[in-house]
């Protein structure tokens, strides 16, 4: 099998995924056009099933195994959006889903990814004892473990919201996403430069957790360490397959204050009146920040999720 997927495969993911998966809705906010000087359009993956793009790599990593892999089960270990996503795209072909997740997880993921119908499995806050634990529980059950992004089926499953915004709103002069371990950027660029070969593809990461950024300077990938943000979706480093695409796709990379995250979110807030987590509001973030400029641009946003905890609002 390929390293890499292109945009056939996200056209195959978008096949197999489409009956599974919402079209969310592609807004526009005449407010922040006024405030930005620009003309937006927003991708709303905070409505997606789970909250997140996620269910989209999920479903299409999920549906594309053999029925012999199938049988055994699929496992991941993650405390965030991709356990959610993976457990119910498992519930939904009928197989088991072992989620290893640390101790330390919010109640409130637990119970999220355990009503998805998801076998939980709780080690040490450490990716030492995740891996490990992950690593015993596919020896007991033969699972195929599904990575949260560096992963072919996955990538190529979330270029399907990217595919979704062009063609319901497009084409673009610029295209921006969020990165943390680069799964919907790399699968954004690909639909991107396919569908809108004009379009300019920018990542919006957190100055705090900015490894993609340095390693985007770097050509190489250097991992996160540390990292310290409210945008909790994006604390990860980048995967390899992820990086690849990344590379050659992408055209640049920016960061962005805590503040202008947490103004970005409220604004989103208020005048969209839609939830969306920190994470999502990065690219607006950017852009109220200086970082990217969109005067004279159409430009899509990829609101890549809704779930926070509602009683930590940071404002």
């Not at 096949?15 to 359009?41: C, D, E």
């Not at 637990?110 to 080690?123: E, Q």
């Not at 809108?196 to 770097?218: H, L, M, W």
């Not at 990344?246 to 202008?260: F, G, P, R, W, Y």
């Amino acid at each position: 099998m390929k390293f890499l997927p292109d945009y056939g495969d996200v056209e195959r993911a978008y096949s197999l995924i489409a009956p599974m998966v919402h079209r969310t809705p592609v807004l526009t906010s005449t407010s922040i056009n006024i405030i930005t000087g620009g003309n937006i359009f927003f991708k709303c993956e905070n409505l997606q099933k789970v909250g997140a793009f996620k269910f989209r790599g999920a479903s299409n990593a999920v549906f594309s195994l053999s029925e012999e892999d199938a049988r055994k089960g699929v496992a991941t270990h993650s405390s965030g959006n991709h356990a959610a996503a993976l457990a119910l795209a498992a519930r939904m072909r009928g197989i088991p889903a072992h989620i290893v997740m640390p101790s330390s997880s919010p109640e409130i993921k637990k119970r999220a990814v355990a009503g998805y119908g998801g076998i939980i499995t709780l080690c040490e806050p450490t990716l030492q004892a995740r891996e490990s634990t992950l690593n015993e529980v596919v020896r007991q059950t033969g699972a195929t473990i599904i990575h949260p992004y560096d992963n072919f089926f996955v990538i190529a499953g979330q270029g399907t919201a990217a595919k979704e915004l062009i063609e319901d709103a497009g084409p673009f002069d610029l295209i921006i996403s969020p990165v943390g371990g680069g799964g919907l950027l790399s699968g954004t660029a690909i639909a991107a430069k396919h569908l809108s070969p004009s379009c300019r593809v920018i990542a919006a990461e957190p100055a705090g957790a900015d490894d993609a950024y340095r390693s985007f300077i770097a050509h190489k990938i250097i991992p996160s360490e540390h990292p310290k943000t409210i945008a909790d979706g994006l604390l990860t480093s980048l995967g390899q397959r992820n990086f690849s695409i990344i590379s050659e796709l992408v055209d640049d990379i920016v960061t962005v204050s805590e503040e202008k995250i947490i103004e970005a979110m409220r604004l989103v807030w208020e005048r969209m009146k839609i939830i969306i987590e920190p994470s999502s509001a990065v690219p607006l973030g950017a852009i109220l920040e200086g970082k990217i400029k969109v005067e004279g641009f159409k430009t899509g946003i990829i609101l890549s999720g809704g779930n926070l905890d509602l009683g930590k609002l940071p404002f």
